[in-house]
């Protein structure tokens, strides 16, 4: 796909300020198995939450300056599946009408979530980590039905040393979060957390791992509410592990 | 002041999603329902492509709808039938009361359909005093409670049999002394039978109607769309124009697919093909045949080229199935016809955008509905596509429109969105070091009635790649 050994990290805006250390552990992760990371810092959000509540002419403009700070990255790596899919799926539709249509159709084709990035284009599984605890994997929804992301997250977890991999009932349903949704509909939200809670708890895991850390910033606020002894852990957090 | 649509869904939403009785019902009602589907679509070789070809099929069908109706309509009053174009509901129920009065009916057999309970026929016939009887069993239950069905394919899959017994003990028999499944269908069979006898009138619905042949299809399990349309001397059909298809032959597939995707059997037990009344030298059937093709803001669904398709539904209820949203509040919280995704995509194009935009927002898009629907209706982005109507029609609050301008201007400036990011977080580490976690002055007090506070570190990323990992 491109030989580049260079990539460019697009941090979602939530991510650079509530969860840092996932992108701090991406940036490990893609050091480790042999690329350079680059941090274009005129990034700021990719639009998507505005344009998931219905307010396409706000989203477009930031949509637009997303193309413009990284049209000229080779290849862009993002450690969530719902900002990629932003990128890949819902910009052609959103700058259908720009003048940056075309640059963003272009940068969508060089635009990766993590474990896509890994396994699909450095051909990489095995990244060296070690994360000896007994942990479940939640299929995030818009990583598995927007960019079919199904296998490469589990191939990467089950390298991992000393990892214990239990699957959970019912693991590709929703967790509840869905961005404003979490906000709007706050109960049902929180029921549909709370029954994913259910099904994490009966794995007995210690942890309880996905692609996208909306996910797990909801879920960490669901499982803190019922004191659960099960945390959560972007699988980036994983992959950066080794041995001490 | 009067409840809107939005406000009575965000109450009755809270109260089923707490609803653990309720929860845990319809999760073993969906458990034996998921493993019935995978099983029918394992029967099937390919079910991708089975889906792609229903797919072409209704979409065919639905670019060329003048064509095929009109060719349905002109094989029906070829045979003798009647065929009514209702532009609405209104006509729609006049022309069969109507017809209902003319012809001195008093007691109508109905078998299952949504287009009747989208148009709310039973009352407008039961206002002029004529006796309807619904004769699914399902729908036989949710009328003894008056409440509208709580699923498009299993209307009565909220109650469990102790529930029914009891109902039936009230209104039914008060000589009922089980809850066995058996027996309670049993005793509504003894009191239908009686009905289908007594009926002048059966009105049916049509899962398909094929426009080749001039006939409807109409898929049962019970047989009582048999009985509604062959015993009594009028037969009416009531059905959405959408549901033509070209030719015969396109039920080879979309029979067992339908099947598959509503309930996971292979075929439904009775499938039956009817096109028109008896004809000379026949020994059953009814004298007179009517179809009323119904509008009711399909066509103009149809010239938005953009969601055409949500016309492709062939109303198997596998997207409220697989749905989270609809598991945890149920079928009646919707407030609509047609709940789950497929209502919350269609009630804003046939009731109204502004009363019912709230439906195209209850969803989290996690895009469940589309993997499975049968004909690869894209639900979940048409649920985006209703909010940016909504958004552009101006139907959404004024506060909100504020905010994400707001928005907007700081995340086309870099600087300013570190800056409100890093004012944000220090904000809410002194609400909450002042322990106003989920008081009036938290901004987060929504999402913390729920869940415990987010984390609030010190350092943004970008922070952190200035200072030393970027240097690395």
Avoid at chain 1, 53 to 80: L, M
Avoid at chain 2, 163 to 185: C, H, N, T, W
Wanted: hydrophobic share 40%.
């Amino acid at each position: 796909m491109t030989g580049s050994r260079t990539v460019s990290l697009f941090v979602p805006c939530f991510v650079d300020q509530l969860l840092p250390e996932v992108a701090v552990d991406t940036v490990k992760v893609l050091r480790r198995v042999g690329y350079e990371v680059e941090f274009p810092e005129g990034q700021t959000c990719c639009g998507q939450p505005a344009f998931n509540t219905g307010y396409w002419n706000e989203a477009r403009p930031c949509a637009e300056h997303f193309v413009q700070v990284f049209k000229h990255a080779d290849v862009v790596v993002c450690p969530s599946g719902s900002c990629a899919t932003m990128v890949r799926i819902f910009y052609a539709d959103l700058l259908a009408k720009s003048p940056l249509r075309e640059d963003a159709i272009a940068l969508a084709s060089r635009t990766f979530e993590l474990s896509e990035f890994l396994v699909k284009v450095a051909g990489v599984t095995q990244v060296g980590a070690t994360f000896p605890h007994a942990v479940t994997y939640h299929a995030s929804c818009h990583g598995l039905r927007e960019l079919h992301l199904r296998e490469e997250p589990l191939q990467l977890l089950r390298q991992v040393s000393g990892l214990k991999l239990i699957e959970m009932a019912r693991s590709d349903e929703c967790c509840g979060f869905g961005g404003t949704f979490a906000a709007k509909f706050a109960d049902i939200s929180a029921s549909m957390g709370n029954s994913k809670a259910e099904s994490i708890a009966a794995t007995g895991a210690e942890f309880v791992t996905a692609i996208d850390p909306s996910c797990l910033l909801h879920l960490q606020g669901i499982l803190g509410k019922r004191q659960s002894r099960v945390s959560t852990i972007h699988v980036a957090g994983i992959l950066a592990q080794e041995k001490s | 002041m009067s409840t809107t649509p939005a406000q009575r869904f965000l109450r009755d939403a809270a109260e089923k999603s707490a609803d653990l009785v309720h929860r845990e019902l319809i999760r073993r009602g969906m458990e034996s329902y998921d493993a019935a589907h995978l099983a029918g679509r394992a029967r099937i070789k390919d079910w991708e492509a089975a889906r792609q070809k229903c797919q072409e099929i209704k979409r065919e069908a639905i670019n060329h709808l003048d064509r095929y109706l009109l060719q349905f309509e002109e094989k029906v009053t070829s045979r003798g039938g009647h065929v009514f174009w209702a532009a609405n509901g209104e006509e729609a129920c006049t022309y069969v009361r109507n017809l209902a009065t003319r012809l001195s009916v008093r007691t109508v057999v109905k078998s299952k359909s949504m287009v009747t309970e989208e148009i709310h026929l039973s009352p407008a016939l039961e206002k002029v005093g004529i006796k309807v009887w619904e004769t699914d069993f399902g729908e036989y239950i949710v009328q003894l409670r008056d409440e509208p069905p709580y699923h498009i394919v299993t209307p009565a899959m909220h109650l469990n049999r102790g529930q029914i017994a009891k109902l039936f003990r009230e209104k039914v028999d008060p000589g009922i002394d089980s809850d066995d499944p058996a027996y309670l269908m049993a005793a509504a069979r003894r009191k239908l039978r009686q009905a289908f006898f007594a009926a002048e009138m059966g009105i049916s619905g049509a899962n398909f109607l094929v426009a080749d042949a001039g006939v409807l299809a109409i898929s049962t399990n019970e047989g009582n769309g048999r009985l509604c349309t062959s015993i009594p001397r009028i037969h009416v059909v009531v059905t959405g124009i959408e549901k033509v298809i070209p030719r015969l032959e396109d039920l080879a597939v979309l029979w067992p697919v339908l099947a598959t995707s509503g309930t996971g059997q292979g075929i439904t037990t009775y499938s039956t093909l009817i096109g028109g009344p008896r004809q000379p030298g026949e020994v059953d059937g009814p004298e007179e045949f009517h179809v009323v093709l119904v509008d009711n803001g399909r066509s103009q669904l149809l010239a938005d080229a953009e969601q055409r398709e949500v016309l492709h539904c062939i109303r198997c209820g596998a997207c409220l199935n697989i749905c989270p949203v609809f598991r945890h509040i149920g079928g009646h919280t919707y407030g609509t016809t047609y709940p789950g995704p497929i209502g919350s995509v269609l009630t804003p194009h046939l009731a109204g955008i502004k009363e019912f935009k709230h439906l195209s927002y209850a969803s989290s898009l996690c895009g469940a509905c589309s993997s499975v629907c049968p004909v690869k209706i894209d639900l979940h982005h048409h649920l985006l596509q209703n909010r940016r109507n909504a958004t552009e029609a101006g139907a959404t609050k004024s506060s909100e429109r504020l905010m994400f301008r707001a928005w907007r201007s700081a995340m086309l400036h870099p600087r300013m969105y570190a800056l409100g990011g890093w004012s944000m977080r220090k904000a809410l580490r002194i609400i909450y070091g002042l322990g106003l976690a989920g008081s009036i002055l938290d901004p987060m007090r929504v999402w913390n009635r729920h869940r415990s506070p987010v984390p609030l570190p010190s350092e943004s990323f970008r922070a952190r790649w200035r200072k030393s990992l970027g240097a690395n």
